[in-house]
């Protein structure tokens, strides 16, 4: 017999993921049936999936409850693999909990377990911030080839708690010309994988002391997406880090999904955005 597994669909900067409900941590997903629910045509359709656990339910997690965080965000990408972390995921999965009553985020910054560490979320004037932590820029340099690039260009590493490359485009044009039905090819390749973001900074790139860059991303593990959080955080920092001395703290990040907000503050950078819950419903899992 199936199993009927209830669920929740939210959305951060169209983003998309599958919310489920287990805080025991009874469930235990084979990466088939990660993929069966995240297909958009024969199942609920999403990037990934967010699975609700107490921390304390999940071996990963004894760190998140030595902490004090009672929730870990266990997140699995749309063909099954894990994540350490997501930043568009983690700004649903604080709504989901503040909404359903698990926690609230009136009553002070709220902690959740991820792999890459407990993370802190607060509300902010765009939705929710989460303070992604301590990020580092890795300047050896990774050549990036993609379809509609004619020559491969070179990226930088930006680890903001998962790994990212981050490709600078010289025009509008060469962003909205990328075919990313395509994976890119990282020269070296990355050990575990990264994220792949190609930016195209504003113009002028600096209005009121705020930064402002177009991006477009490919998530490893799902393909291109219409946003990824901790990838604008990524692409905020290289641009920062390209510009160099005098370069602001601040910036605005527009991907295909919307805008987010991305500060550094003290060697740390916090990622802020809307999250939205869509529709709840069960589902069968075969």
């Known amino acids: 017999m199936p199993q009927t597994l209830a669920f929740t669909k939210g959305h951060g900067t169209g983003n998309d993921f599958v919310i489920l409900p287990d805080a025991e941590g009874a469930l235990a997903l084979t990466d088939d049936q990660v993929a069966a629910l995240c ?24 760190d998140a409850a030595a902490s004090g965080a ?26 989901y909990l503040d909404e359903t009553g698990l926690a609230s985020l009136d009553a002070g910054p709220l902690a959740i377990g991820t792999r890459a560490g407990v993370k802190t979320l607060t509300r902010s004037d765009l939705g929710l911030e989460v303070d992604l932590g301590v990020f580092r820029v890795d300047e050896t340099e990774v050549l990036v080839r ?38 890119p090819v990282l020269e070296p390749v990355p050990p575990h994988g990264a994220n792949v973001e190609f930016v195209v900074p504003a113009d002028p790139l600096v209005q009121g002391g705020v930064g402002s860059i177009r991006m477009r991303v490919f998530e490893r593990g799902v393909g291109e997406t219409l946003s990824c959080g901790t990838g604008v955080a990524a692409a ?8 160099g001395r005098g370069a602001p703290d601040d910036w605005t990040v527009d991907v295909p999904g919307g805008r987010l907000g991305v500060r550094m503050r003290e060697g740390r950078v916090l990622l802020s955005g809307p999250a939205t819950l869509v529709f709840s419903g069960d589902v069968a899992l075969a």
């Open 39 to 62: 297909d958009r045509r024969f199942g609920i359709g999403g990037d990934g999936i967010l699975r609700v656990v107490r921390s304390t339910a999940i071996d990963e997690g004894a």
């Open 70 to 95: 009672e929730w870990f965000m266990d997140y699995r990408n749309a063909d099954g693999s894990k994540a350490e972390m997501c930043g568009n995921g983690i700004r649903v999965f604080a709504r």
């Open 146 to 183: 993609a379809r509609g690039l004619g020559v491969a260009r070179p990226g930088v590493g930006i680890d903001v708690g998962n790994p990212h490359v981050v490709v600078a485009l010289f025009t509008p044009a060469e962003l909205e010309g990328l075919d990313l039905t395509v994976q």
């Open 236 to 243: 905020a920092l290289a641009v920062r880090h390209w510009a």
